[in-house]
């Protein structure tokens, strides 16, 4: 079973910047395509980023195109979720999440990953 924990959430002004981190441990990372969600509070979660398993893909919302980036250290088993230019509409907790993939593709579906973390709290002061 993968495990995964996510760090790096907190209160930040608008304008800002955070890099969340999820280290997966119990199988090969590399065997898996990651992905960040997150959920605002009285709303359903949504697709942030996806990362391929090699890094090669990935893919981001629209709300975050431009301003967040996606990585992933395999050596690390950890993925990063690298936040410029935040916005008090990016508040929210922020889930990293497992897809296991043999193929270098990234889905962004919630429904296509099958393993999360507990999640980390981002939370954007205007």
């Known amino acids: 079973q993968v495990h995964l924990v996510e760090s790096g959430g907190r209160l930040v002004q608008a304008g800002g910047s955070l890099r969340l981190s999820c280290v997966v ?10 992905g960040w969600f997150r959920q605002a509070p009285g709303k359903e979660r949504e697709f942030v980023a996806a990362i391929a398993r090699f890094g090669t893909i990935s893919y981001y919302s629209d709300s975050v195109k431009g301003r967040f980036t996606i990585s992933r250290d395999n050596n690390k088993n950890t993925v990063y979720l690298q936040m410029d230019s ?3 509409e990016d508040t929210g907790v922020y889930y990293c999440a497992a897809r296991f993939c043999s193929g270098d593709i990234a889905r962004t579906s919630i429904t296509d990953f ?3 973390g ?8 205007s």
């Open 25 to 34: 441990s119990g199988r090969t990372f590399s065997d898996y395509q990651m």
């Open 118 to 125: 507990q999640g980390t709290q981002v939370t954007v002061s």
């Open 86 to 88: 935040l916005k008090p």
């Open 114 to 116: 099958a393993s999360w």
